[in-house]
């Protein structure tokens, strides 16, 4: 009989030729096209090469400079909170707390709410007049605290970060359960002889067991958080005065939604993005590279 491990060139075509037309047609072909029609500039059905026109144009942008920092600040900061929420909530359910096979339903049910729920959800929470957030502060007899949370530029991108770490801190919070039920048996219960408390044993024993894990979740949601579009566009559509605009929805825009009718400088942003997502992966993944081996 034959080895199916020696199959022919012919057969291997056979079985990869339907995942190589999805890749090429809906993957590479628009990222290629993309790179393309940023060397023009595209009114309608005319074309003018202008080079690398939209390029310079790009350095002098400062709506550009704005959302490339509040990216920066979504793809740095909220995985920090993403991934520890989970973790927490891991703990949590380790522990034993009260309830635990019905919070482990309730706190990984917002993964399974779409972008818009949750956006809607939210912003009723953030509501001035009669939101859950504000009515609480006034409850407690912080009413000065009270503010238009998605309204003010000061406290709207911070929101939308808390937002997005409430919805996908269940999914951080499964992967790390199963992380803490694979770490050796052994290493926790010397611990619990040597008289560790649970502090000491999170800090130095649990943790660093769990350092790839978690370093992985955060190169994760860093990737995910360089692209936020959808959460952002609900809820503030970028706003207040740029202060939630991302790299993302300044495409969309520029594309789609400020009637410029040129979709080569929109596609000169993309093209930027995707080179600087890919050396920031790359980045990411030489620095923890040293860390993500760990020997029990």
Do not use: Q
């Amino acid at each position: 009989m034959a080895d199916p491990r020696r199959a022919g060139l012919s057969i291997l075509l056979v079985f990869l030729a339907p995942a190589l037309l999805v890749y090429l047609g809906l993957t590479a072909y628009p990222a290629v096209r993309t790179v393309l029609d940023s060397l023009f500039t595209i009114e309608g059905t005319e074309r003018s090469f202008v080079g690398i026109a939209n390029y310079r144009d790009l350095l002098a942008d400062e709506t550009f400079r704005v959302a490339v920092r509040n990216t920066f600040v979504w793809a740095f900061v909220a995985p920090v909170l993403d991934v520890a929420t989970g973790l927490l909530l891991a703990l949590a359910l380790y522990a034993g707390v009260p309830f635990a096979r019905f919070l482990r339903v309730a706190w990984f049910t917002p993964v399974l709410l779409s972008y818009v729920v949750v956006a809607i959800l939210w912003m009723w929470l953030y509501n001035y007049d009669w939101g859950v957030v504000n009515e609480a502060l006034r409850a407690v007899g912080l009413g000065a605290l009270a503010r238009s949370w998605l309204g003010d530029p000061n406290t709207a991108l911070s929101a939308l970060i808390v937002t997005h770490a409430w919805k996908w801190a269940g999914f951080n919070m499964v992967v790390c359960l199963a992380a803490i039920h694979s770490l050796p048996s052994e290493v926790l219960e010397a611990a619990e002889l040597d008289n560790c408390g649970w502090g000491a044993k999170l800090r130095h024993v649990i943790v660093p067991m769990l350092w790839p894990t978690l370093l992985n979740l955060y190169v994760l949601a860093f990737i995910g958080k360089m692209k936020v579009f959808d959460l952002v566009w609900i809820m503030t559509g970028g706003g207040p005065l740029w202060a939630t605009e991302t790299v993302s929805t300044y495409v969309y825009k520029r594309a789609f939604n400020w009637n410029t009718f040129d979709l080569g400088y929109p596609s000169a942003i993309a093209t930027v993005w995707f080179g600087v997502v890919c050396a920031a992966v790359m980045i990411l993944n030489r620095v923890f590279r040293s860390r993500d081996r760990l020997e029990y």
